[in-house]
């Protein structure tokens, strides 16, 4: 099973910029970003293919944040800029194959934007 690996995460005033990173131990096709508030659901931030590098993004960090990898060190990043209180969250990395269900969820990495 492929584990997953987040870092980067920290404490960052409004308008700040922090760039999350996803460490694979494998492969996989896609690899999406989550993030989980106190009191609310997860919800999807960000997904990336890993042959053709298409990118998807939630409308609420579209402009915002950007996904990229680095093949060679099966990697993906989260730049997120222009951070607002709101993106405080637990962010999640995980993984899926092809239309199947995103699972091997990393331990989580902290983001928290201060007014």
């Known amino acids: 099973q492929v584990q997953l690996v987040e870092s980067g995460g920290g404490l960052v005033q409004a308008g700040g910029s922090l760039r999350l990173s996803c460490a694979a131990s494998g492969t996989f096709s896609t690899m999406g970003w989550f993030r989980q508030a106190p009191g609310k659901e997860r919800e999807f931030v960000s997904s990336?293919?890993?042959?053709?590098?298409?990118?998807w993004y939630a409308d609420s960090v579209k402009g915002r944040f950007t996904i990229s990898r680095d093949n060679a060190k099966n990697t993906v990043y989260l730049q997120m800029n222009s951070l607002k209180p709101e993106d405080t969250a637990v962010y999640y990395c995980?993984?899926?194959?092809?239309?199947?269900?995103?699972?091997?969820w990393g331990q989580g990495t902290q983001v928290t934007v201060s007014s």
């Open positions: 990336i293919t890993w042959g053709g590098g298409r990118t």
């Open positions: 995980a993984i899926k194959e092809g239309l199947g269900s995103f699972h091997s």
